[in-house]
């Protein structure tokens, strides 16, 4: 079992940042894979970045250049810088995490195991 628990979100206007953060705890053999998902209003959940075992990074071509995924194992903490944000940014963040490394490459569409509850980001224009 995995726990996942979000924060950082909120309300900026274009351009700016936010740094997002999940705390994890639980089984660390289920959390080789670690990832950002958001969902916003009206659209399907969207893979936005993820973290492996290794320190591999995957990112959304929407979100590349500008979101940073990190990870500090001694914090069980995942993050998510996220600069430059647009309006599109926005949604319902959630973090995920995964056993299953060997699917780093379809890792926006293998439907992680663990989810946390997710953090609000809104962008205003």
């Known amino acids: 079992r995995v726990d996942l628990v979000e924060s950082g979100g909120g309300s900026v206007q274009a351009g700016g940042s936010l740094r997002l953060s999940c705390v994890a705890s639980?089984?660390?053999?289920?959390?080789?894979?670690m990832a950002w998902f958001r969902k916003a209003p009206g659209k399907e959940s969207e893979g936005v970045a993820v973290?492996?075992?290794?320190?591999?990074?995957k990112y959304a071509d929407s979100v590349k250049g500008r979101f940073t995924i990190g990870k500090d194992n001694g914090k069980n903490t995942l993050y998510l810088q996220m600069t430059n944000l647009k309006p599109e940014d926005t949604g319902i963040y959630h973090c995920?995490?995964?056993?299953?490394?060997?699917?780093?490459?379809?890792?926006?569409?293998?439907?992680?195991?663990?989810w946390g509850q997710g953090t609000q980001v809104t962008v205003s224009s």
């Open positions: 973290f492996d075992e290794d320190g591999r990074t």
């Open positions: 639980g089984d660390t053999g289920a959390r080789n894979l």
């Open positions: 995920a995490a995964d056993q299953r490394w060997w699917l780093l490459d379809q890792w926006a569409t293998i439907g992680f195991a663990y």
